[in-house]
């Protein structure tokens, strides 16, 4: 019982997954998270800073946000992933260079990710399937001295 359980859960996951850019999304989400725990200032030394100080804290915060709602609203993604790869970018001046470059690779990566999801897109699984049995259907249509090497 526990285990038709699981494999439920992980067939339900999986779909999830494919109807949305989930790499992507994660990817750009662990680089806000990476970026802002990187972060060692107090928030009140930010705030006495000024606004370079606050945009520490806010591209971070706006990578999270931007891969979160890459997961949850996909058809929106175009737009997150842009303002993913700007806010990363930001981090390069604002952010100790990034995240020590991790978060601002990590942004990016997952940004593009984004922005190259097709959410009509054929799974490789098929593309394989489908290419397999066409191979399969043209050599089946082959006459037989053309397999065998003999004259045609």
Known sequence: MPGDRR???RAGFRRWRSGR????????????????????????????V?????????????MLLCGLLALVNPAQRLFYS????????????????GGFIVGL??????SCLVF???PDQESR???????????AARGARQPLEQRAGGPA
């Open 125 to 135: 699984r098929d593309r394989r399937r489908r290419r397999k049995e066409s191979r």
């Open 50 to 62: 000024g606004m370079q100080g606050v945009a520490g804290y806010l591209l971070p915060v706006v």
């Open 82 to 97: 842009l303002i993913g790869v700007l806010a990363s970018l930001g981090t390069w001046v604002t952010s100790n260079l």
């Open 7 to 9: 494999a439920g859960f």
């Open 116 to 118: 190259g999801w097709l």
């Open 21 to 48: 850019p989930f790499w992507g999304g994660l990817l750009l989400t662990l680089a806000g998270a990476e970026v802002l725990f990187t972060m060692k200032a107090s928030f009140e030394v930010v705030l006495h």
């Open 105 to 110: 690779l990590l942004g990016c990566v997952g």
